[in-house]
């Protein structure tokens, strides 16, 4: 009864409310890199499975929230063929099996082996695990910051030829006084503070776009203080580095890193 409620088609590309462009990398000559838009940010999993080098990419997320829920015991269960899944039945299992409170898709991509060791910039005051073991018994360590400066001293320091993945949740540029973020009393930086995080001539894109392998940006609105407030977001990011706009058959990099 339950594949007749519900199953994407085999041919399915891409997860429902999810979009996809691929670019041209921001640095090198040759090479390319998708970016992927969710609103919930569990599917970015779906699109961190399409980012595979031949030593598995390091994961950098900037998040309000510390999304390091353990892999629940159905996605465990769902994932044990994970290589033969087809496209539509990832997308189904992340659906149907992981935690529609979108917090548990990093620990599930570290158990699976999709991704190496995770560096995590948020806001919200837990601590969280500092390593997981993957389902080979791989140890992958959870670095986690308050200060964006501080992680991409550390991820120079300690990141040893490996690609990365950059992973946005647009409600880290949010402020909120509340324990789990959101609420009615949320604001969002200023399109200056922004810019200094993620501007083409920020620290950021500087010390993480010569190894980017992709970029998924997750929408929640509902924690950015609702739809207006994340369009602005999501506007001012889009206009800091594409254009035309993402998702337009034109778009580009505004700026682009190239080093030759």
């Not at 999810?18 to 999993?45: C, I, K, M």
Request: with cysteine; charged share 20%; glycine share 4%.
């Amino acid at each position: 009864m339950e594949e007749e409620f519900w199953h994407p088609k085999p041919e399915a590309d891409c997860p429902p409310n999810t979009y996809r462009v691929t670019l041209d990398h921001p640095v090198h000559s040759e090479g390319q890199v998708n970016v992927a838009l969710t609103q919930e940010h569990r599917f970015a999993l779906f699109y961190w499975t399409e980012c595979q080098t031949t030593v598995p990419p390091d994961l950098f997320s900037l998040d309000w929230h510390l999304d390091l829920a353990d892999p629940e015991d159905e996605a465990k269960q769902a994932f044990q063929n994970f290589n033969q899944l087809s496209k539509a039945d990832l997308s189904w299992n992340i659906w149907r099996n992981m935690s529609p409170y979108n917090d548990s898709q990093i620990l599930t991509a570290a158990w699976l082996g999709i991704i190496n060791d995770v560096w995590l910039v948020y806001k919200q005051r837990f601590r969280g695990p500092d390593q997981i073991l993957d389902r080979n018994g791989k140890q992958h360590s959870i670095n986690k910051f308050h200060s964006l400066a501080e992680a991409l001293k550390h991820y120079r320091s300690h990141h040893s030829n490996r690609k990365v993945i950059l992973d946005i949740d647009l409600d880290y540029f949010t402020n909120s006084p509340e324990f789990i973020g959101g609420g009615a009393h949320v604001n969002r930086m200023s399109d200056p503070e922004i810019a200094r995080i993620i501007g083409p001539q920020a620290m950021l894109p500087a010390t993480l776009f010569p190894d980017l392998v992709g970029i998924t940006i997750a929408t929640e609105p509902q924690f950015c203080g609702g739809i207006k407030m994340m369009t602005q977001i999501l506007n001012r990011i889009d206009g800091l580095l594409f254009s035309p706009s993402l998702l337009h058959h034109g778009c580009r990099w505004r700026k682009y890193f190239r080093e030759d």
